[in-house]
C-alpha cells in the first residue's frame, strides 16, 4: 500500500507560477513511477506529467510540455510539479498517483494503483 497526500493548489492569476508537492508513505517510494493527473468538471481525468522511479525518464502531456516541471526526491518520498505560465484552461482538481515500474512512464490512467485526495488548482484570467 502507498498513501499520497497532495498539496500546495490554490488559486493564481493567468501567468503566474504554483508549485504542487505530493508526499508518500508506505512502501518503497522508487519502486514507483509517479504521475500528475488533473480533472476539470465535467471532463474525463487526464494525464498531465509522469517520472519513472529512478527519475531518469519524464513524460508530458502536449498542453503542459514547456510549462510544468515535474521531479521527484526519492530520499524524502516526494514528487513534484512546477507548473508556470498558467493558464485559466489549467483550472482543474490535481492528483498524484503511483504505478507498478513495469508500466513505464504511462499516461494511462488505469495503471495507476495509487490517488491522492487531490488538490485544487484556479487560474484566473
Known amino acids: 500500500q502507498v498513501q499520497l497526500v497532495e498539496s500546495g493548489g490554490g488559486l493564481v492569476q493567468a501567468g503566474g507560477s504554483l508549485r504542487l508537492s505530493c508526499a508518500a508513505s508506505g512502501r518503497t517510494f522508487s519502486l514507483y513511477n509517479m504521475g500528475w493527473f488533473r480533472q476539470a468538471p465535467g471532463k474525463e481525468r487526464e494525464f498531465v506529467a509522469g517520472?519513472?522511479?529512478?527519475?531518469?525518464?519524464?513524460y508530458y502531456a502536449t498542453s503542459v510540455r514547456g510549462r510544468f516541471t515535474i521531479s521527484r526526491d526519492n530520499a524524502r518520498n516526494t514528487v513534484t510539479l512546477q507548473m508556470n505560465s498558467l493558464k485559466p484552461e489549467d483550472t482543474a482538481a490535481y492528483y498524484c498517483?503511483?504505478?507498478?515500474?513495469?508500466?513505464?512512464?504511462?499516461?494511462?490512467?488505469?495503471?495507476?494503483?495509487?490517488w491522492g485526495q487531490g488538490t485544487q488548482v484556479t487560474v484566473s484570467s
Open positions: 517520472i519513472t522511479g529512478a527519475a531518469t525518464s519524464t
Open positions: 498517483a503511483a504505478a507498478n515500474l513495469h508500466y513505464g512512464n504511462s499516461p494511462i490512467k488505469e495503471h495507476y494503483d495509487y
